[in-house]
């Protein structure tokens, strides 16, 4: 998987729907990291706080959110 070409898909998503601050949120997070992982970690984290706390952005990304989540399951980052 290309978490970065999902992520541009969560970008533009949010972007086209009125949340360019959410999609500022997680940029700000995937540039504060240092390594593959760790950013990865960083995202991800921040993509499961808008699936439990923010369910109207949610449900625009849903699909790209639960893949990357599924993704980091398979690769042994998320339990």
């Not at 700000?28 to 760790?38: D, K, M, V, Y």
């Not at 949610?58 to 599924?70: A, N, R």
Request: charged share 20%.
């Amino acid at each position: 998987m290309n978490w970065h070409k999902t992520l541009q898909v969560i970008y533009s998503k949010l972007e086209s729907n009125g949340f360019s601050d959410v999609a500022h949120e997680i940029h700000e997070g995937q540039l504060s990291g240092g390594t593959a992982g760790e950013i990865f970690d960083i995202v991800v984290t921040i993509l499961i706080s808008i699936k439990n706390n923010q369910t109207d952005v949610y449900e625009i990304i849903k699909s790209e959110v639960d893949s990357l989540i599924d993704y980091g399951k398979s690769i042994g980052y998320l339990r």
